[in-house]
Nanobody
Framework: QVQLVESGGGLVQAGGSLRLSCAAS????????MAWFRQAPGKEREFVAV????????YYADSVKGRFTISGDNAKNTMYLQMSRLKPEDTADYYC????????????????????WGQGTQVTVSS
């Protein structure tokens, strides 16, 4: 089992920045691929960004490319999402997810690929 705990959410004005953290514990060798998803009220959960712990490769959703940066600290077993130039449409609950499946170029955005999920952290961007 892998346990994931997100933190860092909050209220920020449009144009501002936030950094989300996702701390992993447990059988962390089962988390080769880790990702951020988000879910806005009344909408489906959507992919935001993903990172491979073994290769460092990253992918981003088009809506956040150039504004968000995903990174990881192996020593701390923690993944981060640095969010800049935030927009009201970024308002959502943000979830981290982990998978033991190596990062693939055509599967990383699929919710079904991820076995472990955190409880989420809320991000609200005011206009």
């Amino acid at each position: 089992q892998v346990q994931l705990v997100e933190s860092g959410g909050g209220l920020v004005q449009a144009g501002g920045s936030l950094r989300l953290s996702c701390a992993a514990s447990g059988r962390t060798f089962n988390r080769d691929t880790m990702a951020w998803f988000r879910q806005a009220p009344g909408k489906e959960r959507e992919f935001v960004a993903v990172i491979s712990w073994s290769t460092g490769r990253t992918y981003y959703a088009d809506s956040v490319k150039g504004r968000f940066t995903i990174s990881g600290d192996n020593a701390k077993n923690t993944m981060y999402l640095q969010m800049s130039r935030l927009k009201p449409e970024d308002t959502a609950d943000y979830y981290c997810a982990a998978s033991g499946i190596p990062l693939g170029s055509n599967t990383y955005s699929l919710i079904a690929m991820y076995t472990y999920w955190g409880q989420g952290t809320q991000v609200t961007v005011s206009s």
